[in-house]
C-alpha cells in the first residue's frame, strides 16, 4: 500500500504561481511513476504532468512551459510547481502512483490517488 498526501492547495489570483507538493509513505519503493491530475466540476480526470523513476518527465500540452513537475527522493515528496495560472484551471489536483507499466497520461494507469487539493485561479 502506498498513502498520498497532497498540500499547497489554495487561492492564486490568475497569472500567479502555486507549488503544489505531494507526500509518499507506505511502500513507496514498489512505485514506478508519480503523476499529477486535475479534475473541474463536470468534467472528467485530466492529465497534468508525470515523472518516472529514473528522472523523465512529461507534460499535456496545455500546461508546457508553464508548470514544472520534480521531485526529493530524499523525501519521498513530488512537486508541481505551476506558473502563470489560468481562471480555467481551477480544479481538484490529485497526485496519483502507479507501480508498473509505460503508461502515465490515462488515471487508469494509477494505483493509488491522493485525496485531492483545490486550486482556485481568480479572474
Known amino acids: 500500500q502506498v498513502q498520498l498526501v497532497e498540500s499547497g492547495g489554495g487561492l492564486v489570483q490568475a497569472g500567479g504561481s502555486l507549488r503544489l507538493s505531494c507526500a509518499a509513505s507506505?511502500?513507496?519503493?514498489?512505485?514506478?511513476?508519480m503523476g499529477w491530475f486535475r479534475q473541474a466540476p463536470g468534467k472528467e480526470r485530466e492529465f497534468v504532468a508525470a515523472?518516472?523513476?529514473?528522472?523523465?518527465?512529461y507534460y499535456a500540452d496545455s500546461v508546457k512551459g508553464r508548470f514544472t513537475i520534480s521531485r526529493d527522493s530524499a523525501k519521498n515528496t513530488v512537486y508541481l510547481q505551476m506558473n502563470s495560472l489560468k481562471p480555467e484551471e481551477t480544479a481538484v489536483y490529485y497526485c496519483?502512483?502507479?507501480?508498473?507499466?509505460?503508461?502515465?497520461?490515462?488515471?487508469?494507469?494509477?494505483?493509488?490517488w491522493g485525496q485531492g487539493t483545490q486550486v482556485t485561479v481568480s479572474s
Open positions: 496519483a502512483a502507479k507501480t508498473y507499466g509505460s503508461t502515465y497520461y490515462t488515471p487508469g494507469a494509477y494505483n493509488y
Open positions: 515523472i518516472k523513476y529514473g528522472g523523465s518527465t
Open positions: 507506505g511502500r513507496t519503493f514498489e512505485t514506478s511513476t
